[in-house]
């Protein structure tokens, strides 16, 4: 099941799982735990992904460990992506998958 982010009277964010024919619609209110929370979009970024379309390649990932073996580093250590087989050469290397 999917999980969908919601918040309190207090705006502190809570994620609640519901199957997606089940979720309330953005802005509805639900129960949970003695607590009114609002339902609210929440976005997953894939930086990897815009990096890679906005600058094509190569690019630093800001996403990947510091130092990954298997890819130069800038002096930050931060990996430098060389190509889209050596990105993916690296996830299956370190057992990585995009989420």
């Not at 919601?6 to 003695?34: A, M, W």
């Not at 390649?57 to 002096?75: F, I, Q, T």
């Amino acid at each position: 099941m999917p999980i969908y982010a919601f918040t309190d009277e207090s705006s502190v964010e809570h994620e609640l799982f519901y199957n997606s024919s089940d979720v309330p619609k953005i802005g509805d209110t639900v129960q949970s735990d003695g607590k009114t929370l609002t339902r609210v979009a929440s976005f997953v970024l894939d930086t990897a992904g815009i990096a890679r379309k906005t600058h094509q390649y190569p690019y630093v990932s800001r996403a990947l460990p510091r130092n990954l073996e298997g890819a130069d580093c800038n002096k930050l250590g931060q990996p430098v992506i060389r190509s889209q087989a050596h990105e993916r050469d690296i996830a299956s290397r370190h057992d990585m998958d995009k989420s």
